[in-house]
């Protein structure tokens, strides 16, 4: 099952926590009332990687996602999704851009 270790309030995970879930995901960061809050980093079962900004439980503000191919997308993101920011290639290529939360190739 999933494992918790770190702060709680009121029964929730608050402050700084280490969450394991079943499948091997984890997070490390920090929460806020149960949910992702403020700085973290999420690491999937399947290798991609998400290290940034998180408000009530979803990307949100600066951070950068990595897949296990070597692809990675830096800038801004709103309410969990890519909004400002680069998509680079393994080699470290530009290989697109969001602006305003819409694709442009590059």
């Given at each position: 099952g999933d494992e918790y270790v770190g702060e709680l309030k009121d029964g929730l995970q608050h402050g700084?926590?280490?969450?394991?879930?079943?499948?091997?995901?984890?997070?490390?960061?920090?929460?806020?009332?149960?949910?992702?809050?403020?700085?973290?980093?999420?690491?999937?079962?399947?290798?991609?990687?998400?290290?940034?900004?998180?408000?009530?439980?979803?990307?949100?503000?600066?951070?950068?996602?990595?897949?296990?191919?070597?692809?990675k997308y830096e800038g801004e993101w709103k309410n969990g999704k890519r909004c400002n920011g680069t998509k680079y290639n393994k080699y470290g290529k530009i290989i697109g851009m969001f602006e305003n939360g819409k694709w442009i190739k590059g």
């Open positions: 700084k926590g280490i969450y394991i879930f079943s499948d091997g995901t984890e997070y490390d960061g920090e929460w806020k009332d149960g949910k992702k809050h403020g700085q973290g980093i999420l690491i999937c079962d399947d290798g991609k990687m998400y290290e940034g900004e998180w408000k009530e439980g979803k990307p949100n503000g600066q951070g950068t996602e990595t897949w296990p191919n070597g692809k």
